[in-house]
């Protein structure tokens, strides 16, 4: 004998949504993804899929080192006697990948320039006072006399 005892309350099963893929480790290897019942079919309702888990194949790329722009031309020297400095620069235009480097040592270069001394600002000189009138240079008629002075500095 059969009976009727109400309705029956009903619900679709209830999924998570996927969760992000696993780490691929090998070139050929599998990853994979999943998700989770989170309340299942009741009654009527329709009910949970059976495959809760994907996979698919992983692809691994070789490593690869970052990419790195051409050098700029170089700067003015800094100083303009007495030993200065240029430079010159690059920049990183895409990431490494796959494990790969990317030496930051090589972004930016230096080299001396305008190495030659700077002259010496130029001194006022100073003078001795003038010597004594010396004798003249003839006996008799037209002649000439001299006095000297010295540069001290």
Do not use: I
């Not at 006697?81 to 090589?106: D, I, M």
């Not at 001394?117 to 004798?135: E, H, I, M, N």
């Amino acid at each position: 004998a059969t009976c009727h005892a109400g309705h029956c309350p009903s619900r679709d099963c209830e999924l998570s949504g996927w969760s992000d893929w696993s780490f691929c480790g090998l070139p050929g290897g599998q990853r994979y993804r999943e998700r989770k019942v989170v309340h299942p079919a009741l009654g009527d309702g329709e009910g949970c899929p059976k495959a809760l888990q994907e996979t698919a194949g992983c692809h691994v790329a070789e490593p690869q080192d970052c990419e790195l722009s051409g050098w700029s031309s170089w700067s003015v020297c800094d100083k303009a006697c007495g030993g200065g400095q240029a430079f010159r620069s690059r920049a990183v235009r895409a990431p490494p990948r796959g494990g790969g480097e990317c030496p930051a040592t090589v972004l930016r270069e230096t080299r001396p320039c305008n190495t030659q001394l700077c002259a010496a600002p130029p001194v006022d000189c100073r003078l001795s006072d003038w010597a004594d009138w010396g004798g003249c240079s003839a006996r008799c008629g037209k002649g000439s006399r001299e006095r000297t002075r010295t540069v001290r500095r």
